[in-house]
DNA sequence: TTGCATTGTAACTCAATTCGTTACAACAAA
DNA sequence: TTTGTTGTAACGAATTGAGTTACAATGCAA
């Protein structure tokens, strides 16, 4: 039994015991309960009502009589439903929220990020609002590479690293901070937990976002104060 | 706050309280987490972690204060990245689970179908593979027009039905069955359940397939069986 | 027919998750 | 000091799915 076919079975809505046992069913063709059963692993006493269930979902059909036999209904079909009503659903649920969001967005001028996901999705934001200027710092090259695109299309770009062997491959021009500067960067404990920034970057000299693990979570800040954004700039310069 | 939002979210993969709180939150654009309780309903005690939750799913922002401050993440984005997670779930699903699909289709003859989806995918299925003669009884136009396409394709189609006048606006030429005919298919009892059966279709005198309701839930049988479709074509004929 | 294994149903326990509530610590304002 | 707000932690109830037990019904072989 491939865990993968089950976990991701499992990601659209079914059981485990559903998932096992449909795609059990999907590999045997046609096969009576206990034989689902035998291969699949789902207890035996349950393997009817766990068949019933997929028959009522779509997934299965099945031919009553002593045993009763099954089989799965073609996978491409199957699949092919499933994803027109999580796309018609997601649609619905996207213009029903968009007719909510009537407030425009932005109001505060510093935000906090958590999921790794909602990091790069500020990122791409960030970067797609820099008119002229954008100054970078950071410590691995994972982030240029991850933006690649979006930071190639940036006029003004000027990186600055601490090491500048890690770099090497990276395709982007790096410049190297002065001896001293990582203290401004290297990891810190503030109240008991341990801080660390991996990035820094400085737009137009008006907003900045700040890339990093606090207290074991990575988290992104982003501030739109010129003041700050100035602030950071000054400490920035006085690094090389 | 929509029920149906809530819904669609929940569907989606978020708990009801999540789904409330995010779209609260959408449509107040930035708000404390009280704001977000007040408005929404969930428990304040419990706002607190739901909005975290949201957070490292990528849903929600957050500015760190007295208050903390909170705010959606635009639902077009969020709701895309969800769209492209689980079409790329559907996608790897169906290639490993077409890839354990060796066996043939379809050596038992009569199978049976319970869902309501299936019963239209057998339907089509069925359609589509008529060469030459299409015999159809039913007792609504509703078969006719949910697969007009598919059943103007056939050439040699012939309709009955139990009363003309339900036809008339279907676009189809019915046939109407002879005085008498219809004890062959009104409900009936059969072990303490009701039985009805709505339509019978017999392709090329090979194939026939039976939509009906037997004690209580939609089923299609289909068979393969020649005999038996003959035999079920022969009752047909005797009813005009 | 009797005995026995298989088929199928129904009910239960257990564990995990989510809902909804309670208690309380930290803090700020009056 | 009192009061109210913010935020955390934990608990009990309800629900769901996993895994088990008991048993009736069916078919089969001696």
Redesign the pocket.
Known sequence: MQEEIVEGLRKLGL????AKAYATLVGMGEA???EVHELCGV????I??IL?DLGSKGFVEFVQ????YYRAVEPDRVMERLRDELVACIDRSTSELLSLNLEAHGSSPVWCVRSEWGIKNRIRDFLSKVEQELIVFCRSPDLLTEHRAELKKVVGLQIKVDRKEKFEDSGFEVLEMREGSERFFKDSIIDGSRNSIDALMIADGRSSIVIGTMSGEKLAIIIKLPVIAMLQKAVWESMV
């Open positions: 059981t485990e015991y559903e009576t309960a206990r207890p035996r006493t349950r009817y009502d019933r009589g002593s045993p009763t």
